[in-house]
């Protein structure tokens, strides 16, 4: 009886002695219940390919022993269709999936896993799940392959990146957020690998991330500032000769407790890092691109609720202010200061300023689009005071160059702005920070930035009865909602509104004589007549 022949294999189950109970009867013998079965392929048949049909349990899968005459051999499991293990010679066992998926000509092999870290029971649910898949038409081998080369968030970044340094107006502000919240999380992971319920997960805990770390970072910076003056006390005990090195002197934001700072949520920065992931994955889906064909895991989250910031310089608060900004020992980061209230523009826009783009004149600084936030070109008016220190800067700057004409391109380049700068490679003042810090403390200012400078102008034109057209044209706003804010922080005009009401009401009920308002156009103010 032939068992193995080349096109039809029998179907053969053999019995080995780790198949019987552990008891047998008394003077049994193995021969006898094996005499008539069927024994494991030889190594002849081996080479023929020869594949054994058993049932895939853990005790028979642990008898099998590795072959000898080939490398590897296969068998066949007898209740799951498709499902085989693989052993090789040196006893490695891996369990695969062989099937075709409808219409298609070539049949597809699964690795699935070895065992025993796949067991039989999971080997046959996932053999049934890829038989399921087959049969609707779509091959599991293609979608592998596809799986395999398809890029991870870095790879996108890479490519996004670029993209934003061609088209953003500050590439820098989306880098930092990636660096930092979202490559350290997704940016190993395929494109395909995250899910909704992940990412919405990462934005609940992002908050809580953001703040340890910001504490992380000022722990940090207590340390180096409190190493640096333990440096210097000892450099000053040692010191001999020449001047002592200049102490570090602790003020009172050193020691200051987290409550009296302003509050920091996290949350702004959560909400940001969401919507840069959720820009990477529109950029994926572009159809000019095709880089990805799925859903967008990171649309559709509820973010948090922002608060829009309010602080501007108020009445009480101008004299100090200006007290300490005539204090201010360098001369044009005093005026680039005083340039940014007055002309209230952004600081990348004051800092950069160029006399190429002033005309003293007509009293104009004009600002292309390709440097605003809105992609619109801008004309600031310049009102007296400004066109004042201007022209005195113009004519500083003229004498200088009189004495000092630019010879190299780097000279050349920092003579062409306002506030130049030796320190900078880009020729004009970058950063204002120290010197704000300073003035804030001499005036005893709390909580205010040098953008609130640009919203103090906005809010005193809303005090003195400037429509929001008229602030959204003077600030560059192009959505106009962007300047309703200045309509809720002045108080004067509501409070004047409940006053007239109130008077009215009073008049009604005969309580209060009405009185008669006349305007005085000299003044344009209005007095009281009985």
Same mark, same amino acid.
């Given at each position: 009886?032939e068992?193995?022949?080349?096109?039809?294999l029998?179907?053969?189950?053999?019995?080995?002695?780790?198949?019987?109970?552990?008891?047998?009867?008394?003077?049994?013998?193995?021969?006898?219940?094996?005499q008539?079965?069927?024994?494991?392929?030889?190594?002849?048949?081996q080479?023929r390919?020869?594949t054994a049909?058993?049932?895939?349990?853990?005790?028979?899968?642990?008898?099998?022993?590795?072959?000898?005459?080939?490398?590897?051999?296969?068998?066949?499991?007898?209740?799951?269709?498709?499902?085989?293990?693989?052993v090789?010679?040196?006893?490695?066992?891996?369990f695969?999936?062989?099937?075709?998926?409808?219409?298609?000509?070539?049949?597809?092999?699964?690795?699935?896993?070895?065992?025993p870290?796949?067991?039989?029971?999971?080997?046959?649910?996932?053999?049934?799940?890829?038989?399921?898949?087959?049969a609707?038409?779509?091959?599991?081998?293609?979608?592998?392959?596809?799986?395999?080369?398809?890029?991870?968030?870095?790879?996108?970044?890479?490519?996004?990146?670029?993209?934003l340094?061609?088209?953003?107006?500050r590439?820098?502000?989306f880098?930092?957020?990636?660096?930092?919240?979202?490559?350290?999380?997704?940016?190993?992971?395929?494109?395909?690998? +995250? *899910?909704?319920? =992940?990412?919405?997960?990462?934005?609940?805990? &992002?908050? #809580? %991330?953001?703040?340890?770390?910001?504490?992380?970072?000022?722990?940090?910076a207590?340390?180096?500032?409190?190493?640096?003056?333990?440096?210097?006390?000892?450099?000053?005990?040692?010191r001999?000769?020449?001047?002592?090195?200049?102490?570090?002197?602790?003020?009172?934001?050193?020691s200051?407790?987290?409550?009296?700072?302003?509050?920091f949520?996290?949350?702004?920065?959560?909400?940001?890092?969401?919507?840069?992931?959720?820009?990477?994955?529109?950029?994926?889906?572009?159809?000019?691109?095709?880089?990805?064909?799925?859903?967008?895991?990171?649309?559709?989250?509820?973010?948090?609720?922002?608060?829009?910031?309010s602080?501007f +310089? *108020?009445?009480? =608060?101008?004299?100090?202010?200006?007290?300490? &900004?005539? #204090? %201010?020992?360098?001369?044009?980061?005093?005026?680039?200061?005083?340039?940014?209230?007055?002309?209230a523009?952004?600081?990348?826009?004051?800092?950069?300023?160029k006399?190429?783009?002033?005309?003293?004149?007509r009293?104009?600084?004009?600002?292309?689009?390709?440097?605003?936030?809105?992609?619109?070109?801008?004309?600031?008016?310049?009102?007296?005071?400004?066109?004042?220190?201007l022209?005195?800067r113009?004519?500083?700057?003229?004498?200088?160059l009189?004495?000092?004409?630019?010879?190299?391109?780097?000279?050349?380049?920092?003579?062409?702005?306002?506030?130049?700068?030796?320190?900078s490679v880009?020729?004009?003042?970058?950063? +204002?920070?120290k010197?704000?810090?300073?003035?804030?403390?001499?005036?005893?200012?709390?909580?205010?930035?040098?953008?609130?400078?640009?919203?103090?102008?906005?809010?005193?034109?809303?005090k003195?009865?400037?429509?929001?057209?008229?602030?959204?044209?003077?600030?560059?706003?192009?959505?106009?909602?962007?300047?309703?804010i200045?309509?809720?922080?002045?108080?004067?005009?509501v409070?004047?509104?409940?006053?007239?009401?109130?008077?009215?009401?009073?008049e009604?009920?005969g309580?209060?004589?009405?009185?008669?308002?006349?305007?005085?156009?000299?003044?344009g103010?209005?007095?009281?007549?009985?």
């Amino acid at each position: 009886m032939e068992l193995y022949g080349r096109k039809e294999l029998r179907k053969v189950t053999p019995i080995f002695a780790y198949l019987l109970p552990r008891r047998y009867p008394k003077g049994f013998q193995m021969n006898e219940l094996n005499q008539n079965l069927p024994a494991p392929p030889s190594s002849v048949e081996q080479k023929r390919g020869s594949t054994a049909v058993i049932d895939f349990t853990v005790e028979n899968i642990q008898g099998i022993e590795p072959p000898t005459a080939v490398d590897r051999v296969e068998y066949k499991d007898s209740k799951e269709q498709g499902l085989y293990l693989r052993v090789t010679k040196t006893g490695v066992k891996t369990f695969t999936y062989v099937g075709r998926a409808k219409g298609a000509a070539r049949v597809e092999r699964i690795t699935i896993g070895k065992y025993p870290i796949v067991k039989p029971a999971e080997a046959r649910k996932q053999a049934r799940e890829l038989s399921g898949h087959q049969a609707s038409g779509s091959s599991v081998a293609a979608e592998g392959r596809s799986r395999r080369q398809e890029m991870t968030l870095s790879e996108l970044w890479s490519k996004y990146y670029d993209h934003l340094k061609a088209t953003a107006k500050r590439p820098d502000t989306f880098f930092l957020t990636w660096t930092t919240y979202v490559a350290p999380k997704f940016g190993t992971r395929k494109l395909s690998d +995250l *899910q909704f319920t =992940e990412i919405e997960r990462w934005h609940r805990e &992002l908050p #809580g %991330v953001i703040l340890a770390r910001r504490e992380e970072l000022a722990t940090s910076a207590i340390l180096k500032k409190e190493k640096k003056r333990l440096e210097t006390e000892a450099r000053r005990k040692i010191r001999k000769h020449g001047p002592s090195p200049k102490p570090v002197v602790k003020t009172a934001n050193d020691s200051a407790q987290p409550d009296s700072q302003p509050h920091f949520t996290g949350r702004t920065a959560a909400n940001r890092a969401v919507e840069v992931l959720r820009a990477m994955y529109n950029f994926a889906k572009h159809p000019k691109r095709r880089l990805y064909s799925g859903d967008n895991p990171a649309a559709q989250h509820e973010l948090y609720k922002e608060n829009e910031r309010s602080r501007f +310089l *108020q009445r009480d =608060e101008l004299g100090a202010f200006f007290v300490a &900004l005539a #204090g %201010v020992p360098n001369e044009s980061m005093r005026d680039a200061i005083f340039t940014s209230l007055l002309a209230a523009a952004r600081k990348s826009n004051i800092l950069s300023m160029k006399w190429a783009d002033l005309n003293l004149e007509r009293e104009e600084w004009s600002l292309p689009g390709q440097f605003q936030k809105n992609g619109e070109p801008y004309v600031v008016p310049l009102v007296p005071e400004l066109v004042e220190l201007l022209v005195r800067r113009k004519a500083q700057h003229v004498d200088f160059l009189a004495g000092n004409p630019p010879k190299t391109k780097p000279e050349k380049l920092r003579a062409s702005f306002v506030f130049p700068s030796d320190r900078s490679v880009t020729g004009h003042i970058v950063s +204002l920070a120290k010197i704000w810090e300073n003035l804030k403390k001499v005036a005893d200012i709390d909580n205010l930035r040098l953008h609130d400078l640009r919203r103090t102008m906005g809010s005193w034109q809303a005090k003195t009865g400037a429509s929001l057209i008229v602030i959204g044209k003077s600030l560059n706003h192009k959505d106009p909602s962007a300047t309703s804010i200045y309509a809720r922080l002045d108080l004067d005009p509501v409070r004047d509104s409940m006053t007239t009401a109130s008077s009215a009401m009073f008049e009604a009920a005969g309580i209060k004589p009405t009185a008669k308002v006349i305007q005085l156009p000299s003044t344009g103010r209005a007095i009281k007549s009985a």
